[in-house]
């Protein structure tokens, strides 16, 4: 069946919004505990053997695990990786920076949520690198408004990055979620206002900002999951769960 771009068959009834709850909400409580891990000398092996147990004690499962050959619970970049990296026993360092991805399945829909942290301390440039890309995820969770467009979004993520003075990774995306980890709509990073599919009540989006300090181009390693900039800048990413409410867009997964 071919679907038009505003095709309805990704919004969401009132009881599996329900579902969606409480994976978003097991997702951001799992997340935090990682985060209370997180520390110079540890290593991305053992947070993600605190996920495992953290998701698996609320009832859940790793979304991240449904995804063919990937058999890790979450997803950790360091420095210049991006996205996809796989947790391995290499200990961080002071001044590195870490993303954690991390998903959460439960009764059979899905949750998705990142976020990029400082180990120990970094430099006033790389605290502002990081701050400019939480700041721009917020302003574009912001636009998730029924009667909006998905390029209000993507206009609203590409300026915030850009006018910092970084670059969007244009070859990686936001999402629709919900019985499939990534669904229709896509939501890119860079874009045009009033372009895209509408938003409507009931759609949940994985909003992401995915983006360099450099020119904003990707390779795949040799491990075949973990994508890194090109010329070795520092990359962040930042990502939310939010559901489109009559009365404006509510984030699913908090970072608590």
Not at 145 to 160: E, L, M, P, V
Not at 214 to 234: A, C, R, Y
């Amino acid at each position: 069946m071919n679907l038009t771009k505003d095709h309805p068959k990704f919004v969401k009834s009132d009881q599996e919004i329900e579902l969606m709850k409480i994976s978003g909400k097991i997702c951001a409580q799992v997340l935090k505990k990682v985060l209370e891990n997180v520390k110079v000398g540890v290593t991305c092996f053992t947070l993600d053997k605190i996920a495992k147990q953290e998701i698996e004690k609320r009832g859940a499962s790793s979304s991240f695990m449904t995804v063919d050959d990937y058999k890790w619970t979450i997803c950790t970049t360091v420095n210049q990786q991006v996205v996809h990296g796989i947790p391995n026993k290499q200990s961080l360092k002071n001044g590195d920076i870490l993303g954690i991805d991390i998903g959460a399945l439960y009764h059979g829909f899905h949750s998705d949520m990142a976020i990029t942290i400082p180990i120990g301390k970094v430099s006033t440039v790389v605290d502002k690198f990081l701050a400019e890309g939480k700041k721009t995820l917020e302003k574009a969770i912001s636009c998730a408004k029924i009667g909006n467009r998905i390029g209000d979004i993507s206009a609203t993520i590409q300026q915030g990055v850009e006018s910092a003075g970084y670059s969007i990774v244009k070859s990686l995306t936001g999402h629709g979620i919900g019985h499939e980890l990534h669904e229709e709509p896509m939501v890119p990073g860079f874009g045009k206002v009033g372009t895209g599919p509408k938003i409507r009540q009931n759609m949940v989006l994985a909003i992401e900002v995915i983006y360099t300090q450099g020119l904003g181009e990707v390779k795949l390693e040799k491990d075949n999951w973990t994508i890194s900039s090109v010329d070795g800048s520092l990359a962040g990413l930042f990502e939310q769960t939010v559901l489109i409410n009559g009365n404006g867009p509510i984030v699913l997964t908090p970072y608590l």
